[in-house]
Structures are given as C-alpha cells and as structure tokens.
C-alpha cells in the first residue's frame, strides 16, 4: 500500500498501531485507543519535537508485513489536517540537518505544499530565527536536501529572497550552490526586476540597526557572487541594467558596469534611459557614458524637464552627487541654453545646480535667449536662497528696460518682492543706483493706483 493510501483503509488496517505509535510520539504517558482521540492530541502540538520523537520510535518499532511505510504515510496525513496551527515549527524542522534524511517529511510537503505555495507562508523561522539574532553557529544542512527544499518552497523571486533572509550564511551558501548548478538561469529568475525583487527582500528589518546593514551587505555578496556569471544575459534594455545594479555595492556596479560597457549606449534610447544608467554609476563611469554617446546626448536631453530629470535621477544629497553633477553638467551644458521649454522649466535647469554652475547657465541663457523677460522667474524666488536669486537677477538685469520688461512680466506679488528686496539692498543690480531707484518708484506708484 503506498503512502498516499485512502485515509479510511489506513484507519481500519493500522488503527491499534498508529495510536500506540503516535501517542508515544505525542506524549509517552497517553494511552490513546482511537483515531479520533490521536488526531485531537495532534492539535496546537509542537510539529518539530513530534516529529524528530516519533522518527526515533519509527526507527525501533518492528512491524509485521512491513507496514512500517504506511505508518509513516499515516502520520503525514495526520499532522497534514493540523497543518495550519504547526507548519511554522514544521518548516523549522529543515534547518536541522539530523531529521533531514526522513523522507517521510518531504511527503509532508507534498501533502500541504497547495495550501502553502510561497516561502512567506512557510518561512523558514523558528528556531533558525533565534540562532540568526544570537550568532550562534550550526551545521548546515546537506545539499541534496535544501535543493529538494527548494523545489517545494520557491516559487517566485520574493520567495528566494524571504529564504535566504531568514536562514542563515551558511545555509545561504548551500541554497546558492544549488541555484548555481543551473546550467541556466532558475525559472524563478526571468528578468531583471526578478533578480532586483530578490535583493530587495533580503534585507532583515528583524535584526538590530548596527547588525542589520552587515548581515544584508554579506547575503548580497554571496547572492551576487551565485548569480554573477548569468547577469548579462538579463540585461537587455536600460532600464534592466538599472534595476540590476540598484541595489548592489558599488564594486558590485563596476563588475557588472564593466561587463556590459561596451554595449550599453546602444541600449540608451531616450531620457529616461539615460537618466535610469547614469544614476548609480560612479562619476568616472558617467563620464564614459555620456563619451561614448558623443553628438547623441542632444537627442537625448532635448527639453528642460530632461535636463532636471537627469540630475535628479544622480541622486542629490549623495556622497558622489556634486561630482556626478559635475560630469553631466560639463557634458551637457553646451546645449541647455537651447532646450526647449526654457521659458517655463528654467528653475528646473538651475535648481540643483551649484551656484558657478546657475551663474554660467544664467549668462547662456541670457545671450542666446532674445526674449529672456518672459522666463518664469516666480520660482527663482521662491525654491533658490536669497543670495543665488539675488545673483539670477543680477546676471539677467543688466539695463533698465531689463528691469522694466522683468517686472512685468512677474505675477504681481513677486514683482512687490523684487522691488522690496531691491530698496532694502538685499537685491544689488549692476544698473546705476539712480536707475534702480527710478523703476521701482514707478512701479510701487502704479501697483497703489485704483483700477476701475
């Protein structure tokens, strides 16, 4: 009779025997004489400690007609109907290599694995969980058992990811061999945001902030290191490589930086995808990029939403952003007094550059923009420092028609502040004081007169 045998048979054949069995299993002291009082013992008991005593019990008891098989069928089936109040601590039961030869318990799997499809149902938490917070060390578990393991747990790539998240480094490291032996990418891993999603759920937000960072940063090694001969074959658009490299080291960047470079302008097609390449690439790297791609960064960042797309995309507030900035600046900053929608998205050109670099933008802009009065200066002075916006309107406000035309053409609230900001000194134009002083009383007068 086979171990998936119809629950009644095993009940009429096996009764006496599976009850005396797994009552000393359950608690050595029961005496428990029917089905229907063995399977209520079964419930809320801790699977892991059932188990490992009723394979000892297995291992001794001499069953005629060889039996022995449809009792460990049976015992499957029990603890299968308590699944959901035990499958936590069952799951635990893996990472201890010893039970691991039961083949009983990969039965198991097979009887709950539809009402448990991804690792995060079945985790593998427990007791692995209490050896990871205390740094306490254990024997990993054989290989040919966690790659049996992974058949029935991973599913998806979160499922890799929650795996290897909550198993320790050594045992990471056998689950890795296993993925790696793969002549081919694992079926899980089909592209690169499923390579990037597995990253992602590495991180442990269980474990203290100082060990937190370590304990991922090393899982990511071993990750990477697993997958590091297949990452080129995921990488076929820009946007692909940047969710390759999102979540790596930046030595991890280069490698993978280093293996596609010769490829990768050709897969820059637009602004996004330039923007999505050079955000976590190293300032050097940047530079070789927008080399390479030559006379086809004017294709590539047309309009001003480009430009500030771009940059924004370096990261600001990041170690590297100034040098980054710096790089693309240099590469791009011929064609931004050119880019279409100037007039509107200036603030946006500007906002995240340094002060040299608005300063030289500011000077372009006015020399190669006739009608540079009709900029939008109202978010000048509403995102940049006093001190950068009183240097904008210095740059552009070298006359008094300058002023005049500026004036007019500001909403008439930031119009009030320039002309304040002016008498106050805080704004100092290269216009004779008198002229200055000229314009704005004539403006002041017409803003107080009636309209009618």
């Not at 009983?104 to 593998?124: C, D, K």
């Not at 058992?145 to 290897?164: E, F, M, N, Q």
């Not at 891993?189 to 990253?199: G, P």
């Amino acid at each position: 009779m086979s171990w998936k045998a119809p629950f009644e048979a095993l009940q009429q054949k096996y009764q006496a025997e599976l009850a005396i069995l797994a009552a000393g299993a359950l608690n050595p002291h029961a005496k428990l004489t029917s089905y229907d009082a063995l399977l209520s013992a079964c419930e809320g008991v801790d699977l892991k400690d059932s188990l490992d005593r009723f394979s000892k019990m297995l291992s001794r008891v001499d069953v005629a007609g060889g039996s022995r098989g449809v009792l460990q069928a049976s015992f499957n089936l029990i603890f299968a109907r308590h699944w959901a109040a035990t499958k936590g601590t069952a799951f635990s039961y893996l990472v201890n290599p010893p039970t691991l030869a039961n083949q009983f318990f990969f039965e198991l799997f097979n009887l709950v694995q539809g009402r448990a499809p991804s690792a995060h149902e079945i985790s593998l938490l427990a007791a692995d969980e209490a050896m990871q917070l205390s740094g306490q060390k254990k024997e990993p578990a054989p290989l040919k058992y966690i790659s049996r393991v992974l058949d029935y747990v991973v599913k998806r790539p979160h499922d890799l990811g929650d795996l290897l998240r909550y198993i320790s480094l050594e045992e990471g490291e056998v689950v890795l061999k296993a993925i790696s032996a793969h002549s081919t990418l694992p079926k899980f891993i089909q592209n690169a945001d499923d390579f990037s999603a597995m990253l992602f759920c590495l991180d442990d937000g269980r474990l203290p902030a100082e060990k937190r960072e370590k304990v991922y940063s090393e899982k990511r090694a071993r990750v990477f290191e697993a997958f590091r001969p297949k990452l080129e074959d995921l990488i076929k658009t820009a946007q692909d490589f940047s969710s390759v490299i999102c979540l790596l080291s930046p030595e991890e960047r280069t490698v993978v930086y280093e293996a596609v470079k010769s490829t990768l302008p050709n897969l820059i097609k637009n602004n996004i995808d330039f923007s999505n390449v050079i955000g976590h690439l190293s300032p050097a790297q940047c530079g070789e990029v927008c080399f390479a791609l030559g006379e086809r960064l004017s294709s590539l960042v047309q309009t001003a939403e480009d430009f500030s797309r771009t940059v924004t995309h370096l990261f600001p507030g990041h170690a590297l952003f100034s040098e980054k900035r710096a790089v693309v600046y240099g590469a791009l900053k011929a064609y931004l007094p050119k880019l279409e929608g100037i007039n509107k998205g200036f603030i946006g050109v500007i906002f995240q550059l340094s002060p040299e670099q608005c300063a030289e933008v500011c000077e372009a802009v006015r020399q190669c923009l006739p009608d540079f009065a009709k900029i939008d200066f109202s978010p000048v002075l509403t995102w940049l420092p006093l001190k950068q916006s009183a240097k904008v309107f210095s740059i552009f406000i070298k006359t008094r028609q300058d002023l005049v035309d500026i004036l007019d053409h500001l909403p008439a609230q930031q119009s009030k502040r320039v002309c304040n900001l002016l008498q106050n000194k805080v704004f100092v134009l290269s216009l004779p004081e008198s002229e200055t002083k000229s314009v704005v009383s004539n403006y002041l007068v017409e803003c107080r007169k009636p309209c009618f």
